[in-house]
């Protein structure tokens, strides 16, 4: 079957559609979800004392987040072929919400983790769910306003919540931080059961078994080796296991994906060189953010002798102007195209984080929150743009298989860049140690500390001139055929 019969085929008529209630509804349940994912971590300490558990076992909260996303998220190219937009979106805010509710009232430790878990599935079905959408109701040339409106979801929501839960955590206490979530995912349930309607194709293609089972693996595999060996190191014998049995999974998931005839993953999506050219992109981009969000913290804390909460008030700025940013980085993506604000955006990257190289124990935080806000407002111009000019490219029968992709790159690409740079830092730590004539002095662990910190960000900055060099071949995409085609029609009938 080629392409254009397939874009035709079932094709849900969205020309009269009431845009606003649904992408209302969609950006309230993804703020709920996404704050939650950044809530918890500032109470970890609090958890340990609650529950008697070690640090290596309050990180599950963490780690089984993110794996249970980098499992699922590549299943959801098939689920939305499969559900309707209404059924996966009240879906995964149902699970959210009895994964917030078993979270606030868990009373040994083994509840609290199976909450996060269905935490977990609900934010993983939501995401591509919402991209999917966006690209579905709104023509090429007004995707940009739309995305930005997502961009203000996902950049804004993960800079409050440390700063959300660290006042929280300092009046009340940590089962606060999911009781206060419960209305609000109720509301985003009652406004979805209202307003939101099915705009999705449902082709219901064949359930491939194995590759769900090599995808799980495989992508599962490699987020938990990753994110153990941030934690630990790479030469702990679980990561090396995990590295080896996720790759061969990756690659047999590969060539099943290339052989069958209808795959759980569409790779063929690689063909479109412009969405290729933004995946390579936004891979370097999210590693190099995910190198700055756990770098930061550890410095304003260890070295500077920061509280939790402090650490958050600090970074606070640059979240939200990262996040206000966003749609009217949008509204400029429609009128001028990537270029105008992609290759100025990865230019301060580049920038902020070689100045933030050269960060010491004297630096002061008025220093640190405007080298934040510059990253933020480069990264703010660098991530919706280049996400939207990929997916543009694009025909609307693989809308479901890029988001699905790029969303599953990402989580990757966050926990190699946590795992990466944290390794660096690690290892430039001990080099410094090993050369200090006292190694025990508090002030001369504060100076390992900001020396394997400069090893770290030295990296980050090559990796963020990579993008900048990969960023200069970024274009306005061409919208294909089918859907220039049914752009026209739908300018016809009205």
């Known amino acids: 079957m080629n392409s254009a019969s397939i874009e035709t085929q079932g094709a849900v008529d969205v020309s009269g559609i009431r845009r606003g209630p649904i992408v209302a509804a969609l950006i309230i349940g993804c703020f709920v979800a996404i704050l939650n994912e950044t809530l918890l971590n500032i109470a970890f300490p609090d958890l340990m004392v609650e529950f008697g558990v070690s640090v290596a076992t309050i990180q599950w909260l963490s780690t089984a987040y993110m794996l249970v996303i980098g499992i699922l998220v590549p299943i959801t190219a098939l689920l939305q072929q499969w559900f309707t937009t209404r059924q996966m979106f009240l879906t995964a805010m149902g699970l959210f919400l009895a994964g917030t509710i078993l979270c606030g009232v868990a009373p040994v430790f083994s509840f609290l983790l199976i909450g996060r878990v269905a935490q977990a599935l609900g934010t993983g079905l939501l995401i591509p769910v919402l991209m999917n ?27 409050i919540g440390p700063t959300i839960s660290g006042l929280i955590i300092q009046s009340l206490n940590w089962r606060w931080l999911f009781f206060l979530v419960i209305p609000l995912t109720a509301f985003s349930i009652l406004f979805a059961a209202i307003y939101l309607k099915n705009v999705s194709d449902l082709t219901k293609p064949k359930v491939d078994l194995l590759s769900i089972v090599l995808s799980t693996i495989g992508f599962g595999g490699m987020v938990y080796a990753f994110s153990r060996a941030g934690e630990t190191s790479w030469s702990d014998s679980i990561v090396t296991f995990s590295l080896i049995v996720g790759g061969i999974a990756l690659v047999l998931f590969i060539w099943r994906q290339l052989a069958v005839k209808e795959p759980l993953l569409e790779l063929r999506v690689f063909k479109y060189s412009l969405f290729t050219l933004v995946t390579v ?10 190198s700055t969000m756990i770098l930061l913290p550890l410095f304003l804390q260890n070295a500077l002798g920061k509280t939790a909460l402090a650490t958050g008030l600090i970074l606070l700025p640059g979240g939200v102007i ?17 270029r105008v604000l992609v290759i ?8 902020s984080i070689w100045l933030f190289s050269g960060i010491s124990a004297t630096t002061g935080t008025g220093m640190i929150i405007a080298l934040h806000i510059m990253l933020l407002i480069g990264i703010s111009m660098v991530m919706m743009p280049a996400q939207t000019t990929g997916l543009n490219e694009l025909p609307r029968h693989l809308y479901p298989h890029g988001t699905a992709i790029l969303n599953t790159l990402q989580q990757v690409a966050g926990a190699i860049g946590t795992a990466l740079f944290i390794s660096i830092m690690s290892a430039g730590t001990k080099a410094y140690m090993k050369t200090s004539s006292d190694p025990n002095s508090p002030a001369e662990l504060v100076n390992g500390l900001i020396a394997g910190m400069h090893n770290a960000f030295f990296a980050a900055m090559f990796a963020a001139i990579a993008a900048l060099a990969i960023g200069l071949f ?21």
């Open 344 to 351: 100025p955006g990865l230019a301060l990257m580049a920038v």
């Open 322 to 338: 990262n996040g206000l940013l966003a749609p009217v980085s949008g509204k400029l993506f429609d009128k001028f195209g990537p």
């Open 281 to 290: 992109l936004l891979l370097i981009v999210m590693m190099t953010l995910f």
């Open 133 to 159: 959408t966006i690209l579905i109701i709104y023509p090429p040339e007004k995707r940009g306003a739309a995305m930005g409106m997502i961009g203000l979801v996902i950049m804004s929501a993960p800079a």
């Open 474 to 494: 970024i274009k306005k995409a061409q919208a294909p055929d089918e859907e220039q085609k049914a752009v026209i029609a739908r300018h016809d009938s009205h």
